[in-house]
């Protein structure tokens, strides 16, 4: 099965932050045939807090290190493309959940129809749009 991992998961899966994913999520991420894949939006969103000195681990010296991290476990970024801002600008958004970038990445899940493992309890609101979540109940 494919998967979108939202930037909270991607975040707890490359730090090996396995207590903040229930067990569900960590079959899933153990399951060497399920193909994971991150928006680029979310990509760059670990960048951000990566520079902002949010997201620290030992392991990670230089930027370079998360990408190898990911390409490691073998998760594909996937580029935010015009169908998917065609889909981004058609979603209707939540009075309560304002970023533009779990939008965007919202919007690339339901264009892709691939489901998007997350924690963001904000997200169950746009699976009457088309979200297959996967949610992270911590």
């Known amino acids: 099965m494919r998967y979108y991992l939202d930037t909270n998961i991607l975040i707890f899966s490359l730090l090996n932050q396995r207590d903040e994913l229930n067990k569900e999520i960590i079959d899933l991420l153990d399951d060497y045939s399920n193909i994971f894949y991150i928006s680029s939006i979310a990509v760059r969103e670990l960048v951000l807090l990566y520079k902002e000195k949010k997201v620290k681990h030992p ?9 190898t991290a990911m390409d490691v476990l073998n998760y594909e970024i996937k580029p935010f493309t015009k169908q998917h801002v065609m ?15 779990d939008h965007m990445i919202i919007a690339q899940a339901i264009s892709d129809k691939i489901p998007i493992i997350s924690s963001d309890r904000k997200f ?6 088309g979200l297959q979540l996967v949610f992270n109940k911590r």
Not at 87 to 101: F, G
């Open 59 to 67: 392991k990670f010296k230089f930027i370079d290190d998360l990408f």
């Open 87 to 101: 889909t981004y600008a058609n979603i209707e958004t939540n009075e309560d959940h304002k970023d533009p970038n």
């Open 124 to 129: 169950k609101v746009y699976e009457s749009q």
